[in-house]
């Protein structure tokens, strides 16, 4: 049983617009929630997290919005760039478990 | 520069054969982590160590073994290799403390025929 799913394999968005990848979860002790961006032939980078106390979370272009009743997070990306092109995955953790559990991830891919 | 370190960065193995993968960290975490990455089935944790001296069963940890003598080193050893254990290795580590985030190596990238 997935605990974590990222249902869109792919995702092709224009360089400016916005990119949303999405996230399900089925497990809710999940307290902690984080995005990894991950290149070719690279070890996955840590994005963005958020807590469970929290519904929304910014970094300059990125923000993560977590829904708790839908079980359901998002990564926006604004305005996407040509560098964003990436596998991204999302994680989610229980309390101090610090193990995480990932979903099989997005591959985004910003066109010029 | 501190970070993790991976070796080898890649390696063909012939079935039935041992292999130590090695990771190794410079940032004095507490806990390390080992994770395969297959196409479309994205990363699962094979086996974990919260501190020094301590490992715990990941996900998919048949097949694999580890251990954690010192803080730094954390191999992850296939006693026999099979076919179904190519795939795309990659260690991390994270503070084991607060927000936690863990930092990835570079992977290695094994091959068993």
């Known amino acids: 049983d997935q605990q974590v799913k990222q249902n869109s394999p792919s995702l092709s968005v224009q360089e400016g617009r916005i990119s949303i990848l999405n996230c399900d979860y089925t497990n809710s002790m999940f307290d902690y929630f984080l995005w990894y961006k991950k290149y070719p032939a690279e070890g996955p980078t840590f994005l963005i997290s958020i807590s469970s106390i929290k519904d929304k979370n910014e970094d300059g272009r990125f923000t993560v919005f977590l829904n708790k009743s839908a079980k359901h997070l998002s990564l926006h990306i604004v305005p996407s760039q040509p560098g964003d092109s990436a596998v991204y995955f999302c994680?989610?953790?229980?309390?101090?478990?610090?193990?995480?559990?990932f979903g099989k991830g997005t591959l985004l891919t910003v066109n010029p | 520069i501190a970070g993790i370190t991976q070796a080898p960065t890649s390696q063909i193995l012939a079935a039935g054969r041992r292999m130590t993968l090695r990771c190794t960290q410079d940032m004095r975490h507490n806990a390390m982590y080992w994770y395969r990455q297959d196409l479309g089935l994205g990363l699962r944790l094979i086996h974990y160590?919260?501190?020094?001296?301590?490992?715990g069963k990941g996900e998919v940890p048949d097949g694999y073994s580890v251990s954690r003598a010192n803080t730094d080193d954390f191999p992850l050893t296939l006693a026999s290799a099979v076919p179904s254990q190519t795939s795309v290795y990659f260690c991390?580590?994270?503070?084991?403390?607060?927000?936690?985030?863990?930092?990835f190596g570079p992977g290695t990238r094994l091959t068993v025929l």
């Open positions: 991390a580590s994270s503070p084991g403390t607060g927000a936690d985030t863990q930092y």
């Open positions: 994680a989610a953790r229980v309390g101090s478990n610090y193990k995480l559990t």
């Open positions: 160590s919260n501190t020094a001296g301590t490992t």
